[in-house]
């Protein structure tokens, strides 16, 4: 079983950035492919960015793109999400979340490939 705990969230103002965390167990974290969701209130989790083990390969949705950035430290088990020129309506709770298997459809952000969710940080973007 893999354990995710994310960090980085907090309160900040439109335009402002922010570097989210998620630190995993084990000892074969590059073979996993990961990815980050968020869920604003009142609506369903959704996809937000992927990255293959090797980091090589990475995946944003349209409503980040130009503006997250994914990237991991395979050496320090860690995944990062880079968020520039911040908006109110990121405003959600974020989570991380490890695929073993399912590579394409995690890659296209399917929620059900994914097999560990870590515990989510909250992100507040004010206006």
């Known amino acids: 079983q893999v354990q995710l705990v994310e960090s980085g969230g907090g309160l900040v103002q439109a335009g402002d950035s922010l570097r989210l965390s998620c630190a995993a167990s084990g000892r074969t974290f590059s073979l996993y492919f990961m990815g980050w969701f968020r869920q604003a209130p009142g609506k369903e989790r959704a996809f937000v960015a992927a990255i293959s083990g090797s980091g090589a390969m990475t995946n944003h949705a349209d409503s980040v793109k130009g503006r997250f950035t994914i990237s991991r430290d395979n050496a320090k088990n860690t995944v990062y999400l880079q968020m520039n020129s911040l908006k109110p309506e990121d405003t959600a709770v974020y989570y991380c979340?490890?695929?073993?298997?399912?590579?394409?459809?995690?890659?296209?952000?399917?929620?059900?490939?994914?097999?560990?969710w870590g515990q989510g940080t909250h992100v507040t973007v004010s206006s």
């Open positions: 979340a490890v695929g073993r298997s399912r590579f394409a459809q995690a890659m296209g952000g399917l929620t059900s490939a994914y097999d560990y």
